[in-house]
């Protein structure tokens, strides 16, 4: 995160008491909805832009997770290959 400032914010009781209950349910904390909002108003992307990006990058990461496990097992089932492959020859040798 880097060095951040203190900055206190008043909010309308209505604003904070609904920005705890997103901060609840994403999982994330006041402090860093706020630095999102701050973070999109600032690049002056609209929120159901970075709604979408959200979405989409956790979706990317599903797929490259998925991706991962596919290699892994693409490995394994390799090597299990090559050492067949390495038994047979020696036998025939």
Do not use: C, W
């Not at 880097?2 to 997103?22: R, S």
């Not at 909805?33 to 992307?45: F, T």
């Not at 959200?54 to 290699?71: G, Q």
């Amino acid at each position: 995160m880097g060095n951040m400032v203190l900055t206190p914010v008043y909010l309308e009781p209505e604003q904070k008491k609904a920005l705890a209950k997103k901060a609840k349910a994403s999982g994330k904390s006041v402090s860093e909805l706020l630095r999102e909002a701050v973070d999109a108003k600032i690049s002056g992307a609209k929120p159901h832009e970075v709604e979408q990006l959200d979405a989409a990058s956790k979706r990317a990461m599903t797929e490259i997770d998925a991706m991962i496990d596919a290699l892994k097992t693409n490995s394994s089932e390799h090597r299990k290959f090559l050492r067949a492959l390495e038994a047979a020859r020696t036998q025939h040798a």
